[in-house]
C-alpha cells in the first residue's frame, strides 16, 4: 500500500461514530449473486448503515423466476454507528440532521444535490454494466431507502437502460434535476412502497415524487402501507407481483 492511501486509511479509522468514511480509490463495487445466471436479473441497492448481505433472505422471499439472478451491490463507504449496531455501509455520507423538516417528522432532501450521490450512481452503472445490463437484457434497478435514492439517481440522470425501476422507502433529492429528465423515461414501468408512518423520510414527498413521475409518463405502481421505514410483507408480496407482470 502507498503512502497516500496508508494515510487516508488512517485518517478515517479516526472518523467519529455516525459518519461515512470516504474512500476515494475505489472504483469498483462488490457484488453479491444469488440465484439463476439470468435474464432476467434484479439489482437491489442496500439503504444506509446496511449492507449488501442484508439483501440476501430476499432472494428468498421475493417471487422471481428461478432463472433469474439477484445482484446485491456494496455500497463504497463504510459507516461507524453509534446505536450499538454493527458498522454498515454507505452510498454517501448523509447527514439527517441538517435537514429536519421544522415543525413536520422527517426530511425535505429535495433541493439538495449531494456530490456523493453521482458518484455513487457512476459506480452502480459500472456495477451492472460488467454484470451484463444492456438493451438487449436490461435489468431491474431498485434499492431501499439511500439505495432507493442512487437507483433514481441512475434512472434520472443517464440512459443506463432498465427494465423497472423500484423505490422502497425512497425519497427525491433534488428534485428539480430529476423532473427536468424524468420524460426520458417515459413509459417505464416504477414499483413505489411508503410507510404512512415513516418519520425518517416523510410519506408526503413520496407521494410528491410518485406526482411528478406519472406526470412525467411512467407507469408507476403506488403501494402504500401502514408501517414506517420498513420493508413489511405486504410490500414483498406485491413486488413480486408486479414483477411477473412486468417481466413476462
Not at 16 to 33: E, H, K, N, Y
Not at 46 to 75: C, D, K, N, R
Not at 113 to 125: I, M, Q
Request: proline share 7%.
Amino acid at each position: 500500500m502507498n503512502r497516500r492511501r496508508w494515510l487516508l486509511l488512517a485518517a478515517s479509522l479516526l472518523v467519529g461514530s455516525g459518519f461515512a468514511c470516504w474512500m476515494p480509490w475505489q472504483t469498483r463495487l462488490q457484488v453479491l449473486r444469488k440465484g439463476g445466471k439470468g435474464p432476467p436479473s434484479f439489482v437491489l441497492l442496500h439503504g444506509y448503515g446496511s449492507a449488501a448481505e442484508h439483501w440476501l433472505p430476499y432472494a428468498q422471499t421475493i417471487p422471481f423466476p428461478a432463472v433469474g439472478q439477484f445482484l446485491f451491490p456494496q455500497a463504497p463507504d463504510m459507516v461507524a454507528r453509534k446505536d450499538g449496531l454493527l458498522d454498515g455501509r454507505a452510498w454517501w455520507k448523509l447527514d439527517l440532521a441538517a435537514h429536519l423538516r421544522p415543525g413536520k417528522l422527517g426530511v425535505d432532501l429535495t433541493n439538495e444535490d449531494p456530490r456523493g450521490v453521482d458518484r455513487a450512481a457512476k459506480l452502480v452503472r459500472r456495477a451492472i454494466s460488467r454484470e451484463g445490463n444492456s438493451k438487449a437484457h436490461p435489468f431491474v434497478l431498485g434499492g431501499f431507502s439511500q439505495g432507493a435514492m442512487v437507483a433514481c439517481e441512475v434512472a434520472f440522470t443517464s440512459d443506463e437502460p432498465l427494465a423497472a425501476l423500484v423505490i422502497l422507502s425512497g425519497t427525491p433529492l433534488d428534485l428539480a434535476g430529476w423532473k427536468s429528465r424524468m420524460a426520458m423515461r417515459k413509459g417505464l414501468p416504477v414499483f413505489m412502497a411508503h410507510g404512512r408512518a415513516d418519520n425518517i423520510l416523510p410519506f408526503d414527498l413520496a407521494e410528491r415524487l410518485r406526482a411528478d413521475l406519472v406526470a412525467a409518463g411512467l407507469v408507476v405502481t403506488f403501494i402504500p402501507f401502514d408501517g414506517g421505514h420498513a420493508i413489511p410483507e405486504e410490500v414483498v408480496t406485491a413486488l413480486g407481483a408486479f414483477l411477473a407482470r412486468t417481466l413476462r
